[in-house]
């Protein structure tokens, strides 16, 4: 039992780094209409951007690469890069295909993935690097000796930022007016407008605030698995976790993240020794399949007919 | 004039259709009898498209029975709908945009096609000869038309009313007993108007098909129906002979009193 | 005024709708057929056959595939390579497996396979649409490849899922050199092509057409969606998976799953964006494209920039060029490559006169 909870929670926790990429997704879907498959490409190159500055500040500063001041200063610089690459998209990639059909802009985002992976790699090298957030990825001691549960410290405190970016968003939503323009245009293009907020600039604030997400995210993601290539297809990992959550539900990314974190730790610790292991790679886009199947419209949707 | 109209063909009673909370239709029953021109008529969100819908098994009302030519018609698709010869036509235009006119035509034919697609893999004796002998058909549907000109133009670069003579010759060329025609006139200008007028009347005088009209068009409704049903926020106010709804006052206060 | 339509006048409506109406196409076709079936083996180096050609024409094979799924039948999918995988390992065992084997019988039995698989695939396009159903398709990326590895009777006990391709033999003749290996691909490709140009220009392509532009009109002229979507699966897997075999027994030899993986597939997808979606003849130019771009950058980078780049460069400049194109392909011409040919036919077809 005690083994089960601590997959269980291991794998919860892992879910939450889902949900943080799908996040980015949903914001984009929601303002844009945009499936944005470049996301977890966006994941890579934020982190790898951000190492990269650290790296280069180190070197020029003379500084500790470790020191805060470095870090904060490469935060700063990867964040600055995400919202360059995110007015870029919106004007070369998104404006010229406004109006087109959902499908033609997916595609283009599939080539903005590419375009984005070769940019990073080319920035900085395609070298696997580490990356110390200084939390080490231990059990927490006062679990392990009352209870014999080992839940990361490490984890935990992915979890804890996860949950104020969470909080955050939904604050920048409700109080600002680019956050009520932006809720308005998920709802009716012509509504937003009426706000007074062109619909361009929504977009790329939305883009950089996903460039953003998308850097918290590659900086946990990168500090336990290192920064390297394969971040984008654990990123992929946040479209099946949008199908159960559905593509415009900030809460259903939350628990589709969560599903299907703890759904695959759990598959691979109690299936996967049948059958030769290494099923995370497809069961979370199984899992999903299986689901649109008894249920299309996703955990939160509403059940939606064609009008005719 | 001269065509006969006949039994009751398609009986609907106490539909009633709901979205979510929507009511789109409560409680409406009304026939079509065989032959006849059948307007429904209404303000915009009355319900008439969604009547049409159920007819065709797009939309399944939670109530109500339907039946079709005297029998009960359970829960049926629209290809199923289709196949027991009934045809229509869509509010918003519902073309194939990627194909030519002729290719959209065609379409409307599949019903009557019987090679697989094996056969026309290889596109060899029986499946070259059903297609031009089904390419015969359509060429007459495009003479009834006049639309031989923009045969194999694509529909998206077409006018909106030559689109909606294409829609109208993509239902017929499935030679339907029942042709359901969702606003045919909508948008278009007085000429185009009286085109289509003349096209509907044809088809039914010629062939004898059964015709369900929505239309806006008051002079349009009341000159060629036989008989017109009004709804009003989903509920049916008034049925019977042209001559009859315009005088019915709950109509009138409904429908025609506003600036329709 | 060579190319003309005028005072060529069709008489009936089984000329009309001839693959090529217009004469000059048709002798055209006659003659780029016998370039790329007599001439080229004749004359082409190993290099061109092995490193171009034959993956050219597999890829084409490829693209048609999924250009009748996505590009006529209107359902994304991003695997299929993975469909591919079916087919290679599918030759694999049934040549393998049973013995006397005739490979033609091979390669259709392993089309058939990829073909069953597809349509469990496509099972759940009857209730998804869109970029759901592109999720679901990637689900038959990773697990059909992740079955190849992890099942070692796929591979016949081969560490890690390598296998290598028996002898190519038909009726006593073994395939061996890259000129023979060239003309079975070629004649293979080019049949199957014609299939599929008669398909999607018949009844089976005007049901895949309309449910690609509107599925609720589709269905209320007649058309099953099930049996439309599915059939659109099966073809579509069947040609990946023959395209496939072919990759295995053609073109490399030596395959492994891990060879299959989701940036095939995203090349194929290329291939169909930048070659046209929605057209046969696109297929081929999009393939041709794929597969000629990196061998002109590998020789144009170094030479503009110097060597001193280093491979790493080159190939990060090579994923930037690929998503450019793409991107600039879908703003600027969505039909592709074919739509640009088809528009220089059009203006030498009035050439020397422009209206
Ligand atoms: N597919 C659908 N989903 C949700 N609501 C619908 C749908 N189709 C129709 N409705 C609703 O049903 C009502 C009747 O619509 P409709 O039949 O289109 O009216 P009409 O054709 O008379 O204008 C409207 O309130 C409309 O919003
Ligand atoms: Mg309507």
């Known amino acids: 039992m005690q083994f089960f909870i601590e997959v269980l929670i291991g794998g919860l926790l892992s879910g939450v780094m889902y949900a943080l990429v799908a996040l980015g997704?949903?914001?984009?879907?929601?303002?844009?209409?945009?499936?944005?498959?470049?996301?977890?490409?966006?994941?890579?190159?934020?982190?790898?951007?951000?190492?990269?500055?650290?790296?280069?500040?180190?070197?020029?500063?003379?500084?500790?690469?470790?020191?805060?001041?470095?870090?904060?200063?490469?935060?700063?610089?990867?964040?600055?890069?995400?919202i360059v690459l995110g007015i870029a998209t919106e004007r070369i990639v998104l404006r010229p295909l406004v109006n087109q059909p959902h499908i033609t802009l997916f595609m283009a985002t599939i080539g903005l993935t590419y375009v984005i992976e070769g940019l990073a790699q080319m920035a900085w090298g395609a070298n696997v690097r580490g990356l110390d957030l200084g939390i080490v990825d231990e059990p927490i001691a006062w679990l392990m000796d009352n209870y014999e549960i080992g839940v990361s410290k490490f984890d935990l405190f992915a979890a804890g930022v996860a949950a104020s970016l969470v909080g955050l968003l939904a604050l920048l939503f409700q109080y600002t007016k680019v956050g009520r323009a932006l809720r308005a245009v998920a709802d009716d293009h012509q509504a937003a407008l009426s706000i007074g907020i062109p619909l361009q600039t929504i977009w790329r604030v939305v883009w950089a605030v996903a460039g953003f997400v998308a850097l918290v995210a590659g900086m946990i993601w990168g500090a336990r698995n290192g920064v390297q290539f394969a971040l984008t297809f654990t990123a992929l990992k946040a479209l099946p976790v949008l199908i159960l959550g559905g593509f415009t539900s900030v809460p259903g990314a939350i628990v589709g993240g969560l599903i299907i974190g703890a759904s695959e730790k759990l598959a691979e610790v109690y299936v996967g020794p049948f059958v030769g292991g290494g099923i995370e790679g497809w069961f979370p886009y199984m899992l999903a399949l299986a689901f649109l199947l008894v249920r299309p419209e996703g955990l939160f949707g509403e059940k939606h007919i064609d009008r005719v | 004039m001269a065509r006969q109209i006949g039994d009751v063909i398609v009986d609907l009673q106490n539909i009633s259709l709901r979205f979510g909370g929507v009511k789109a239709l409560t409680d409406i029953s009304f026939n079509v009898k065989?032959?006849?021109?059948?307007?429904?008529?209404?303000?915009?969100?009355?319900?008439?498209?969604?009547?049409?819908?159920?007819?065709?098994?797009?939309?399944?009302?939670?109530?109500?029975?339907?039946?079709?030519?005297?029998?009960?018609?359970?829960?049926?698709?629209?290809?199923?709908?289709?196949?027991?010869?009934?045809?229509?036509?869509?509010?918003?235009?519902?073309?194939?945009?990627?194909?030519?006119?002729?290719?959209?035509?065609?379409?409307?034919?599949?019903?009557?096609?019987?090679?697989?697609?094996?056969?026309?893999?290889?596109?060899?004796?029986?499946?070259?000869?059903?297609e031009i002998a089904h390419r015969i058909k359509v060429e007459e549907v495009i003479e009834f038309l006049e639309i031989q000109d923009i045969r194999k133009t694509p529909v998206g670069r077409l006018p909106y009313g030559l689109q909606k003579r294409v829609e109208l010759a993509r239902a017929l060329a499935a030679e339907p007993h029942i042709l359901l025609l969702d606003e045919p006139m909508a948008g278009m200008n007085v000429e185009e108007k009286q085109d289509m007028c003349r096209f509907v009347l044809d088809v039914n005088d010629h062939y004898g098909t059964t015709i369900v009209l929505i239309e806006h068009d008051m002079g349009v409704v009341m000159d060629i129906s036989d008989r017109v049903v009004v709804l009003d926020y989903g509920k049916k106010?008034?049925?019977g002979v042209p001559e009859d709804v315009k005088n019915n006052p709950e109509v009138i206060k409904a429908y025609l009193g506003t600036s329709h | 005024m060579l190319y003309r339509e005028a005072g060529q006048f069709k008489a009936t409506y089984a000329e009309d709708s001839q693959i090529f109406p217009i004469r000059q196409d048709k002798i055209g076709f006659w003659l780029l057929m016998l370039v790329f079936g007599a001439a080229v083996p004749l004359l082409a180096n190993e290099y061109w056959l092995k490193a171009i050609l034959i993956p050219v024409l597999i890829f084409s094979l490829a693209a048609i595939g999924l250009n009748i799924l996505t590009g006529y039948a209107g359902q994304l999918s991003l695997g299929s390579a993975a469909?591919?995988?079916?087919?290679?390992?599918?030759?694999?065992?049934?040549?393998?497996?049973?013995?006397?084997?005739?490979?033609?019988?091979?390669?259709?039995?392993?089309?058939?396979?990829?073909?069953?698989?597809?349509?469990?695939?496509?099972?759940?396009?009857?209730?998804?649409?869109?970029?759901?159903?592109?999720v679901a398709t990637l689900a038959a990326q990773f697990f059909i490849v992740w079955a190849l590895v992890k099942f070692p009777w796929f591979s016949n006990?081969?560490?890690?899922?390598?296998?290598?391709?028996?002898?190519?033999?038909?009726?006593?003749?073994?395939?061996?050199?890259?000129?023979?290996?060239?003309?079975?691909?070629?004649?293979?490709?080019?049949?199957?092509?014609?299939?599929?140009?008669?398909?999607?220009?018949?009844?089976?392509?005007?049901?895949?057409?309309?449910?690609?532009?509107?599925?609720?009109?589709?269905?209320?002229?007649?058309?099953?969606?099930?049996?439309?979507?599915?059939?659109?699966?099966?073809?579509?897997?069947?040609?990946?998976?023959?395209?496939?075999?072919?990759?295995?027994?053609?073109?490399?030899?030596?395959?492994?799953?891990?060879?299959?993986?989701?940036?095939?597939?995203?090349k194929i997808l290329f291939m169909i964006i930048i070659g046209g979606v929605g057209s046969i003849m696109g297929s081929f130019l999009g393939a041709a494209f794929i597969v000629l771009l990196p061998i002109f950058l590998d020789n144009l980078v170094p030479a503009i920039f110097g060597d001193s780049l280093g491979a790493g460069f080159v190939s990060n400049f090579q994923l930037i060029v690929f998503g450019g194109l793409i991107i600039f392909f879908l703003i600027v011409e969505p039909h592709g490559l074919a739509r640009l040919w088809q528009i220089a036919k059009e203006k030498l077809r009035l050439w020397p006169f422009p209206h």
């Open chain 3, 157 to 266: 006990n081969s560490s890690s899922g390598v296998v290598t391709a028996q002898d190519v033999t038909i009726l006593g003749y073994t395939f061996a050199t890259p000129e023979a290996k060239y003309v079975l691909t070629f004649l293979i490709v080019a049949f199957m092509a014609l299939l599929a140009k008669n398909m999607v220009r018949s009844s089976t392509g005007r049901a895949w057409m309309a449910v690609r532009d509107m599925d609720v009109a589709a269905q209320v002229i007649g058309f099953r969606l099930m049996r439309t979507k599915l059939l659109a699966f099966a073809v579509s897997s069947f040609y990946c998976g023959v395209a496939g075999a072919l990759y295995a027994y053609t073109y490399i030899g030596t395959v492994e799953p891990e060879g299959f993986n989701l940036d095939l597939s995203f």
């Open chain 1, 25 to 82: 997704f949903v914001l984009i879907y929601k303002a844009s209409g945009v499936f944005n498959f470049a996301q977890g490409a966006m994941v890579f190159f934020a982190a790898l951007t951000f190492v990269g500055f650290k790296e280069m500040l180190a070197k020029h500063l003379g500084m500790d690469a470790d020191s805060s001041m470095v870090f904060w200063l490469s935060f700063l610089l990867a964040f600055i890069s995400m």
């Open chain 2, 237 to 239: 106010i008034g049925d």
């Open chain 3, 83 to 134: 469909f591919m995988a079916v087919g290679a390992f599918a030759a694999y065992n049934f040549i393998l497996r049973i013995e006397g084997m005739p490979f033609l019988v091979a390669l259709v039995l392993a089309g058939l396979t990829a073909a069953l698989v597809g349509i469990l695939f496509g099972l759940p396009s009857l209730r998804i649409k869109g970029f759901y159903l592109a």
């Open chain 2, 34 to 130: 065989e032959h006849e021109i059948r307007s429904i008529i209404g303000p915009n969100g009355a319900g008439k498209s969604s009547m049409l819908n159920v007819i065709n098994g797009v939309y399944h009302p939670q109530e109500g029975q339907i039946f079709f030519k005297g029998a009960l018609r359970p829960k049926m698709e629209p290809h199923e709908a289709a196949e027991q010869g009934i045809a229509r036509t869509f509010q918003n235009i519902a073309l194939f945009k990627g194909m030519t006119v002729l290719d959209n035509i065609m379409t409307g034919r599949n019903l009557k096609m019987k090679c697989n697609f094996l056969q026309h893999a290889l596109y060899w004796g029986a499946a070259q000869k059903e």
